[in-house]
């Protein structure tokens, strides 16, 4: 029993695989019956279990007929020889399922799975289904082309199967390949390695050698009979290269020429042969032989008395009878003896595929113009022909044995001759010769080496402007010396011209397409073209020139919408100021401009004229006070019938010149006193000077200042803004009237300058305490004299507000500049837009500021009106300068001053009237 495991544990690899209660073992086939195969109860882990009973499961286990199983040890033993082939047939794999059973006395029960794997042994050779194959193969097959053929079998498995396939011969023109499929077996593939020939190797006996994979392989041999297929691959050979054989011309008729032989190395059908006469030679062959398609005998089919051939060769074929006919070819000469003189016979065919030669008059020397072909059926020296041309222009040259071709020997030119007469002889040598003529015509064929050419090289139309569309322009022809299409013309204008103008293809009439403009283009150039139908076409040009005529459709046009001139005012007339000029795009006469000057509808004639030349006067004096700008509209006006006009503007800006002196608004004569209280603050603005000037600019920019070296202790005047400022604190002593003399002028660089009176009342700020008594004496008097005064102020204020509303209209206008323009059209570019100049205070040549401090200047003053008195009723105002008086009486200069002094004097007396009314509650 030991000796038998030792044995198995050498045969077998066991691999045992415990999982639970379940073992597997690999048996090797051909196992024999009583083989220990493995423990069962050990590889199970069954080897603690008390006294267990072993048994297999039979129902639903037939591999369990192949083992058994030890009831008290669990060892499983084969039952019998296992072949693999047999029961696992063309399987990968061959695994056997049992089940064993382990039972205790104790009522335990194990139930074990048992995996046994079959192990394949090479044990089988490959075997072929049938030892011998016979295989036809044709000897056109081509190399590579495999033949398929059944496989050998191998029972075994794995690399004990069929591997390879192998023929021992080494010469053998085949070699082997396999498809293997997926149940082990193979498919056999003959392959074809090189080429066959039936004709070397009609057939083959190829013995193909399977090997399995085993250690060592196991073989089985097939042996395949190859029969190589005939293909018609031979051609049928002639006995002879070719044949020669010679005849009388009085041989029979029928009777044999030449007998012909040819044999092919193919077999059947392949290599039956058949013999023609080749189709493909001259006619006259056919008429005097014909072959016999069996025995390849040539016949004479006519006679060969007359108008035979010293010569003939004959070509023949033989064709085998294959599907696809392989021919051979071969040839007979046969040489006829002749005994007869005959006329030579001439053949002429032109080259042209006409009846008559036709030539190029551009053929060069040699060029062939007909070929020509004598027959002469005698031999010797009778059939020896030489031929010749009687022309000038034409020679004859050998082409071959009684062949010859006409060419050209003189330059052509159809336009001098267009067609010849060409006459060929030919003699042979017999004694007497024979001699023959044959004339042909030869037409020269016209090329297109002639353009075309127009009756004029240049053409002229004169058209006017704005013409309508698609009016005829001119008719344009041309000549072509060439005939034929060669002298077909088609008319065309150049590119540039294509959406000009049109012209007919045939008759060469031109059209306009667009209506012209002289002042685009005043002419107009473009070339037409003659070409010709030829295969080169050839071309002639001429040039047409349209001279547009000017028609007055354009108006006179300026430069600019408005001119503007500058004159300066008051200057001397007539004086040019400058030139107007417009553009008219006609020509001639419609482009001569006249201007004119236009006169509004109010028929006032400006100072102005505009000359027909475009000059531009000035016709009187002018004054920028008066109109600062001019507008007016002028014409321009050309001299075509009917006249185009345009229309611009003009500014004329009048420059002014400093010809107004300033004028005083304050002081004037109407009012020209201030009234100061003593308590006012040094540099508090009492006053107010202000001028207007009617110039612009420089002119009328202003500077106010005083002589006066009186006022400039007091006051101080700002020469920039007229402002009179307290030049320092004022006492008791400067109570009283002051007279002075202001000064206002110009920034010119010839200023004009004006003087006035300015009167300053400085007065206390209140009366002093007065006794009684004269406290009302002089309240007495007081009442009286207003009384009295009241009835003038009266009188007086009617007439002083007539005359301040007089003074008020002359300060208004003094006050503004008026600027007139024609059609009241106002230019804001006239005016003076530039930043005021700056202007410093002035102050009188010899005044001294020193130390003295200025404080704010206190503008709540009123410095133009004497303040009112408080609680006081109100009073008429009284004017201070009696000139307002001016219309009710004449007043002179000292009758003023001393009015002036009493309305001082007057305006005092009612302070203190005011201060006794205040310190007393009843008069």
């Not at 104790?106 to 030892?131: E, L, M």
């Not at 804001?828 to 130390?851: A, M, Q, R, T």
Request: hydrophobic share 35%; with cysteine; proline share 5%.
């Amino acid at each position: 029993m030991k000796l038998l495991r030792v044995q198995c544990w050498c045969l077998m690899s066991l691999v045992l695989q415990v999982h639970a209660l379940e073992v597997t073992y690999n048996l090797e086939e051909e196992t024999k019956r009583g083989v220990l195969v493995g423990n069962v109860a050990e590889d199970a882990g069954l080897s603690n279990v008390n006294n267990p009973t072993f048994s297999l499961f039979q129902a639903g286990y037939p591999a369990a007929k192949w083992f058994s199983i030890t009831e008290d040890l669990g060892e499983l033993h084969t039952n019998a020889t296992i072949d693999r082939d047999t029961i696992c047939e063309f399987q990968d794999q061959c695994v056997l399922n049992l089940v064993a059973v382990a039972s205790t006395e104790d009522g335990d029960f194990h139930k074990i799975k048992i995996y046994v794997n079959i192990i394949d042994i090479n044990d089988n050779s490959p075997t072929f289904s049938k030892s011998v194959v016979s295989l036809q193969i044709s000897e056109d097959t081509a190399i590579n082309f495999s033949y398929s053929l059944e496989g050998a079998v191998d029972l075994d498995t794995g690399n004990n199967s069929v591997e390879r396939y192998e023929i021992p011969s080494h010469d053998s023109p085949f070699h082997t390949a396999a498809d293997k499929f997926s149940d082990g077996r193979s498919m056999l593939k003959l392959i074809l390695k090189q080429t066959l020939d039936r004709e070397t190797h009609p057939s083959y006996l190829i013995q193909v050698v399977a090997y399995d994979g085993g250690t060592p392989p196991k073989t089985g041999s097939m042996t395949v009979n190859i029969t190589v297929g005939d293909i018609n691959d031979n051609y049928p050979i002639f006995s002879k290269p070719s044949y020669n054989v010679t005849i009388m011309d009085d041989l029979p008729v029928e009777s044999v020429v030449v007998k012909t032989f040819a044999s092919d190395k193919d077999e059947g059908i392949n290599g039956e042969v058949q013999y023609r006469l080749d189709p493909r030679q001259t006619e006259d062959i056919f008429q005097i032989f014909h072959m016999n398609s069996t025995t390849g005998e040539i016949y004479l089919k006519e006679s060969l008395i007359s108008g035979s051939r010293e010569n003939y060769n004959i070509l023949i074929e033989a064709t085998d009878l294959g599907n696809q006919p392989l021919i051979s070819k071969s040839q007979v000469f046969v040489r006829v003896q002749d005994n007869h003189n005959n006329f030579p016979v001439i053949n002429v065919n032109v080259l042209s595929g006409s009846d008559t030669a036709e030539v190029s008059e551009h053929a060069s020397q040699g060029t062939v113009v007909a070929h020509v072909a004598v027959k002469d059926p005698d031999t010797g020296a009778n059939g020896l022909v030489t031929c010749d041309v009687i022309s000038d222009y034409f020679k004859i040259q050998k082409f071959e044995e009684n062949e010859y071709k006409v060419v050209v020997f003189a330059s052509l030119n159809r336009e001098m001759r267009d067609n010849y007469e060409v006459t060929v002889n030919c003699r042979d040598a017999g004694s007497p010769p024979r001699e023959t003529n044959f004339t042909f015509p030869v037409i020269v064929v016209d090329e297109n080496d002639n353009p075309p050419r127009f009756e004029r090289q240049t053409y002229n139309a004169n058209i006017l402007e704005n013409n309508d569309i698609d009016i005829s322009l001119l008719t344009v022809s041309a000549t072509d010396d060439d005939i034929g299409v060669n002298a077909d013309l088609r008319y065309s204008v150049s590119g540039e011209a294509q959406n000009l103008a049109s012209i007919d293809a045939l008759s060469g009439s031109l059209r306009l397409k667009i209506a012209l403009d002289r002042e685009q283009h005043s002419q107009i150039s473009f070339y037409v073209y003659a070409t010709d139908s030829g295969d080169v076409p050839l071309t002639g040009t001429a040039t047409v020139n349209i001279i547009v005529k000017d028609a007055n459709d354009n108006a006179p046009t300026y430069p600019d919408k408005i001119s503007t001139f500058v004159v300066t005012e008051n200057i001397a007339a007539p004086r040019v100021i400058g030139t107007v000029s417009a553009f008219d795009k006609d020509d001639g006469i419609n482009s001569e401009v006249r201007h004119y000057l236009m006169t509004s509808n109010t028929g006032e004639l400006p100072p102005f004229e505009v000359k027909e030349n475009g000059t531009v006067l000035v016709t009187r004096s002018l004054d920028r006070e008066t109109v600062a700008l001019y507008e007016l509209q002028i014409m321009a006006m050309d001299r075509g019938s009917p006249a185009k006009t345009g229309y611009s503007f003009i500014k004329i800006l009048v420059e002014d010149t400093n010809d107004n002196k300033p004028i005083f608004i304050f002081p004037s004569e109407a009012n020209r006193s201030i009234t100061v209280p003593l308590s006012t603050a040094q540099n508090t603005v009492v006053a107010t000077l202000t001028a207007s000037d009617g110039d612009t600019d420089v002119n009328a920019q202003l500077r106010y200042y005083t002589d006066d070296q009186n006022m400039t202790e007091t006051f101080v005047i700002n020469s920039a803004t007229g402002e009179v400022i307290v030049a320092r604190a004022l006492d008791s002593d400067d109570l009283g009237l002051y007279v002075f003399k202001v000064k206002v002028q110009d920034w010119s660089s010839n200023p004009l300058s004006a003087e006035e009176t300015l009167l300053i009342n400085v007065i206390a700020d209140s009366v002093a305490d007065e006794s009684s008594f004269s406290r009302y004496y002089v309240i007495a008097i007081s009442m009286s004299t207003v009384t009295v005064v009241l009835a003038i102020v009266i009188i007086v204020a009617i007439c002083l507000l007539r005359k301040e509303d007089s003074k008020r209209k002359r300060y208004d206008s003094a006050r503004s500049t008026v600027a007139i323009v024609s059609k009241d059209v106002e230019d804001p570019d006239c005016y003076d837009n530039s930043p005021p100049v700056h202007k410093e205070v002035f102050y009188p040549p010899g005044y001294d500021l020193g130390n003295r401090q200025f404080f704010p200047i206190d503008r709540s003053i009123s410095v133009q009106i004497p303040p009112t008195i408080p609680e006081a009723d109100p009073l008429p105002k009284v004017p201070s300068d009696p000139s307002l008086w001016e219309g009710c009486e004449s007043v002179n200069e000292n009758e003023r001053n001393r009015n002036q002094l009493m309305t001082l004097q007057y305006h005092q007396s009612l302070m203190r009237i005011q201060s006794i009314k205040r310190s007393n509650s009843t008069i």
